[in-house]
C-alpha cells in the first residue's frame, strides 16, 4: 500500500505551496542517488519524494489526490517514477529541485515541450461470471460500473460559467513560460497555471474545479454466443472521463465460466460420459444424451466397447462470431451389475457356455458352482 503524500515530505495538509517545496528540498538533497550511490533503499526513497512533490506543487492534482486518494494519481505516478530509474552520477537530477530558479537548466526539464492540455481517461476492466449455458446462447446482462465522469454540473469545464475560465496572463495561455540563463534559453511549465494556460476564477461547487466526479453507471452488456473463459470484450468510451475535458477510456468486459457438472468445455467442444448397461452395449441403442440446452438423440452400435468416444457433429458451443459450432464427444462407460438373481446367473451362465467359455457337458448347478466356474 502506498505511503501518504504529506507523511513522506513530512507536512501537515495545511501546509503553503513554499512549505511543500522547503521540504522537498531537503528531502531531495539527502536522499538524492549521486549522493548516495549503488544504495537501493535511498534510490527509492527518492522515488517516493519526488512522486509525492510532484502531486502536492500541482494545486489540481493535490486537489484530485485529496480528494480521490492515490487512485487519481496512479497513472501519473507509474510513469514519472520510471524517469528515475537510471542515474548519470552527474548530480544533473537536481535541476527538480532548483527548477524554478533555473528554469531546470541542469537537466531534465529543458527539452519539455508545451503540455497537452487535456489527458485520455484510463481503461477498466471489470470481470462476470455466466454459466454454460449463457454461453451457449448469448445473453445481455446489467452491471453497475464504478468509474469517473465529466462534472454534470459544469461540463467538465472546472465551473459552472465559462467566462470564469481567464487565459493565464503570465504565459498568455501557451502553458509554458519561456527562460533564458547565460547560453541556455528553455521552456518550462508555467507556474501560475500549472501548464493548462487558463486560470479557474469560481470553481465548480460540485467537482470543485477538477471538472470529474465519481460515478457507478449502469451498463446493458451484450455477451454474444459462443464466449469462452477469459475472453474480454472491449466497450468503447466507458472507461474513466479523460482531465480536461480529454476522450474517454474504454470498458474491458473479463469472461469467466461457471462449469456445469458432467460436462467439460475444450474451446467450442463439449465433452460429456454416458453409462449403458452390457445388453445395451452389445446390441445398441437409441439414446438421449443430456446436453446444456436440453437433450440430444444419438444412436450407440452394436459392439460398442467401453471407453468408445462418439463424435456428434455441431452439437457444441457456437463459434465466437460465426455460424457454426463445435462437437459433442461422448464417452461411452459399460455398468457391469454388481447383483444378479438365480435366473440372471442361469441365463450369463448360458451365454458364456454358447461363446465357447464353458464346456458344453458341463451345466448349471448352483450359486456356488457358478462362481467355482467363473473364479
Not at 530558479?101 to 485520455?120: L, Q
Request: glycine share 10%; charged share 25%.
Amino acid at each position: 500500500m502506498k505511503s501518504d503524500y504529506y507523511n513522506i515530505l513530512g507536512i501537515s495538509k495545511t501546509a503553503s505551496r513554499d512549505e511543500i517545496k522547503s521540504a522537498y528540498r531537503k528531502l531531495a538533497l539527502k536522499y538524492h542517488p549521486d549522493k548516495n550511490p549503488n544504495n537501493k533503499a535511498v534510490e527509492e526513497k527518492f522515488k517516493e519524494i519526488n512522486e509525492a512533490y510532484r502531486v502536492l506543487s500541482d494545486p489540481q492534482k493535490k486537489q484530485e489526490y485529496d480528494t480521490f486518494g492515490h487512485t487519481s494519481n496512479d497513472t501519473m505516478n507509474n510513469n514519472y517514477s520510471n524517469s528515475y530509474t537510471q542515474y548519470s552520477g552527474d548530480f544533473s537530477n537536481v535541476g527538480d529541485i532548483f527548477g524554478d530558479i533555473f528554469g531546470n537548466i541542469f537537466g531534465g526539464g529543458g527539452s519539455k515541450t508545451k503540455k497537452t492540455r487535456s489527458t485520455s481517461g484510463e481503461d477498466l476492466q471489470y470481470e462476470i461470471n455466466i454459466s454454460y449455458l449463457d454461453a451457449m446462447q448469448g445473453i445481455e446482462i446489467s452491471v453497475n460500473i464504478p468509474k469517473k465522469d465529466i462534472c454534470p454540473t459544469c461540463n467538465g469545464y472546472g465551473t459552472q460559467d465559462k467566462t470564469n475560465i481567464k487565459q493565464c496572463q503570465k504565459c498568455n495561455g501557451t502553458g509554458q513560460i519561456k527562460f533564458s540563463q547565460g547560453f541556455f534559453s528553455i521552456n518550462q511549465e508555467c507556474n501560475l497555471c500549472n501548464g493548462k494556460g487558463t486560470i479557474l476564477i469560481n470553481p465548480c461547487f460540485k467537482c470543485r474545479g477538477i471538472g470529474i466526479i465519481k460515478v457507478t453507471k449502469n451498463l446493458k452488456i451484450k455477451i454474444p454466443a459462443g464466449v469462452d473463459e477469459g475472453t474480454s470484450l472491449k466497450i468503447t468510451g466507458e472507461g474513466n472521463a479523460g482531465s480536461n475535458r480529454g476522450k474517454y477510456g474504454d470498458l474491458y468486459i473479463v469472461i469467466h465460466m461457471k462449469n456445469m457438472a458432467g460436462f467439460n468445455r475444450n474451446g467450442c467442444d463439449l465433452h460429456t460420459e454416458v453409462s449403458i448397461s452390457f445388453p445395451q452395449a452389445a446390441m445398441g441403442i437409441d439414446y438421449n444424451v443430456p446436453v446444456i440446452e436440453g437433450y440430444v438423440k444419438i444412436k450407440i452400435p452394436a459392439a460398442t466397447q467401453a471407453g468408445t468416444v462418439l463424435r456428434i457433429r455441431e452439437q457444441g458451443f457456437p463459434k465466437l462470431g460465426r455460424k457454426i459450432r463445435g462437437d459433442l464427444y461422448v464417452k461411452i462407460n459399460v455398468i457391469v451389475p454388481k447383483h444378479m438373481n438365480e435366473t440372471q446367473k442361469r441365463a450369463l451362465f448360458e451365454y458364456a457356455k454358447s461363446m465357447g467359455e464353458i464346456a458344453q457337458d458341463i451345466k448349471y448347478q448352483s450359486n456356488s458352482f457358478f462362481k467355482r466356474i467363473f473364479r
